[in-house]
């Protein structure tokens, strides 16, 4: 069943994209606002909110925001999460809904955090990856197709410095620069000439130097040490940025855009940062995502009009922020 990514009740923070380091910027609490009716809000209440309310218990740190549920990373290394738990995603060894922040359990020493659809990862200080929650794609990656509603290691990876996660599908990048994915795998989103999903990591063919990694719900990016874009998986709306939409299960690399220090996938839409400040998105454009005037989807990159200054910026299901220099936050979408 599709769900909605990134409900509005995590655009809370615009320096989350879908992992964070835990010396990413934060705020002393933490607010929330949008859909709430299974406690994705986080204040004690089951109520939509058109308005911030604040997390309960005054939690801060690095926010990641999954379909129906949130999850912390505080400074001291534990992960908490609030919201739908349906699929365990909540880590707390229930599978009951909370609408207030719970400690995700046997957890400690998490440097970053990820979250997918109903899935979540966390990356620990010894550089391994661990996973909970829905897995019928093997988004956990542990070799089984069970939901787990406590974290479970990832099999076979070491070395991870990086994370992503959306959808039924993940990414972990190593200190090699190489890539590796699992989950789903029916648009070619795990990069490894195949359509078949995966249990177990899987390593992306033909990408090395990687830097930076990041997803959409269907499709996944990868920014590499020579300032190159490069994209895979879904691209029915043209979100590879290669000029045409046919789906791929090999990276190809965005056409016409260089000087990326940013990069976030929306559902089926992609964002770029560049070193100046602009932004450029390419992709789905039903709901006006590309901020280029009209709503028309675009399968290369185009600037977003009359924006500028930006530093930070996140893609959800059809619309996006974006932080800029002088501390006000622009939406669109």
């Known amino acids: 069943m599709k769900r909605v990514i990134l409900s509005l009740a995590i655009a809370l923070v615009l320096s989350v994209v879908m992992a964070l380091p835990v010396n990413a910027a934060t705020t002393q609490v933490t607010w929330a606002w949008g859909r709430g009716d299974l406690g994705q809000l986080g204040n004690g209440a089951n109520n939509d909110s058109a308005t911030p309310v604040q997390v309960s218990g005054g939690p801060s740190g690095a926010i990641a925001a999954g379909g129906i549920h ?13 919201g739908y738990n349906g699929s365990g995603q909540l880590g707390n060894g229930t599978n009951d809904d909370s609408n207030v922040p719970l400690q995700v359990s046997g957890l400690t020493g998490a ?6 659809d109903e899935h979540n990862l966390a990356l620990t200080s010894d550089n391994t990856v661990w996973g909970w929650g829905w897995n ?14 406590v974290p479970l290691q990832v099999s076979g990876l070491s070395g991870v410095t990086a994370i992503a996660a959306c959808g039924s599908h ?5 200190s090699d620069g190489t890539l590796w994915a699992w989950g789903g795998n029916t648009y070619g989103q795990l990069g490894n000439e195949t359509y078949t999903d995966s249990n177990v990591p899987v390593q992306v063919s033909g990408l090395s130097g990687v830097t930076v990694i990041a997803m959409g719900r269907y499709h ?11 994209a895979w998986g879904s691209n029915s709306n043209g979100q590879l940025g290669n000029g045409n939409n046919t789906d791929s299960n090999v990276p190809l690399q965005v056409s016409g855009l260089s000087g990326a220090t940013a990069f976030s996938g929306g559902d089926s839409y992609s964002l770029a940062l560049k070193s100046d400040g602009t932004v450029w ?11 280029n005037g009209n709503n028309t989807d675009s399968n290369v990159p185009l600037q977003v009009s009359g924006l ?6 996140s893609g959800g299901d059809s619309y996006s922020l974006a932080l800029k220099s002088d501390g006000t936050v622009w939406a669109l979408g």
Do not use: E, R
């Open 70 to 82: 949130s999850v912390i990373l505080k400074s001291d290394g534990t992960v908490w999460a609030w």
């Open 111 to 116: 440097t970053a955090i990820a979250t997918g």
């Open 136 to 149: 019928g794609s093997g988004q956990l990656g542990n070799g089984t197709y069970d939901n787990s509603n």
């Open 170 to 174: 993940s990414l972990a990048l190593k």
């Open 220 to 230: 996944s990016l990868a920014l590499k040490s020579d300032g190159t874009l490069w």
């Open 281 to 291: 998105a390419w992709g789905s454009n039903s709901n006006g995502q590309l901020g």
């Open 308 to 313: 500028s200054g930006a530093t930070a910026f």
